[in-house]
């Protein structure tokens, strides 16, 4: 599945979710992710409360949450500011 916020598309690649402990949905501190216990996978719930800070990507062991390969993490921080962020 894919989501874009902030002109970051994420994709989740629920082929790869293995850890079966949610780390990402722990470390999203806008509930868009959810652990489902029954299905032992990461679900997407809610993106729009998406606020594309990474730290999905970053805590997931299995590389299951990936942003667009196009972009660099420079790219990242940079669209923050084109997007009106303040710093
Ligand atoms: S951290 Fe990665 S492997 Fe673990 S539940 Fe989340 S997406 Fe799946
Ligand atoms: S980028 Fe941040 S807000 Fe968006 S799903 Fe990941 S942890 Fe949650």
């Known amino acids: 599945m894919k989501w874009t916020a902030n002109k970051i598309t994420y994709e989740f690649d629920e082929s790869a979710c293995s850890c079966g402990l949610g780390l990402c949905a722990e470390a999203c501190g806008q ?7 029954e299905r032992n996978v990461m679900e997407v719930v809610n993106t729009v409360q998406c606020i594309f800070c990474l730290q999905c990507e970053e ?3 299995e590389f299951a949450i990936s942003i667009d390969g196009a972009l660099t993490l420079n790219d990242v921080i940079g669209l923050g500011d084109v997007a009106g962020q303040p710093k």
Do not use: I, M
């Not at 509930?31 to 216990?37: A, Q």
């Open 31 to 37: 509930g868009v992710l959810e652990f489902n216990e």
């Open 59 to 61: 805590v997931c062991p």
